[in-house]
């Protein structure tokens, strides 16, 4: 099973941006789409965006415009950047298959600052 490493989180203010990474362990060329998940404290772990093998992409609605996912295949991760971070993007940011399978990795704080 790949093992998958996320970091690039911290406190960040109100319209301020981070960059998420995710290293994987092994290859991730093959796998055909993968994600970032966040949690906040007291909600659903929902999906945030995705990255097909092929370049397709998915966004959720609340950060349409905003968070931009991609890939580099040769150093086997997945980016996620933020940019307009608001507070209620503050979360624990994990990557993954989409759909889900498998643990999560320990993820990255997301803190937002109002």
């Known amino acids: 099973q790949v093992q998958l490493v996320e970091s690039g989180g911290g406190l960040v203010q109100t319209g301020g941006s981070l960059r998420l990474s995710c290293a994987a362990s092994e290859s991730i060329s093959t796998i055909n789409m993968m994600g970032w998940y966040r949690k906040a404290p007291g909600k659903e772990r929902e999906l945030v965006a995705a990255?097909?093998?092929?370049?397709?992409?998915y966004y959720a609605d609340f950060v349409k415009g905003r968070f931009t996912v991609s890939r580099d295949n040769a150093k086997n991760t997945l980016y996620l950047q933020m940019n307009s971070l608001k507070p209620e993007d503050a979360a624990m940011y994990h990557c993954g298959r989409v759909p889900a399978s498998g643990s999560w990795g320990q993820g990255t704080q997301v803190t937002v600052s109002s």
């Open positions: 990255l097909s093998s092929g370049g397709d992409t």
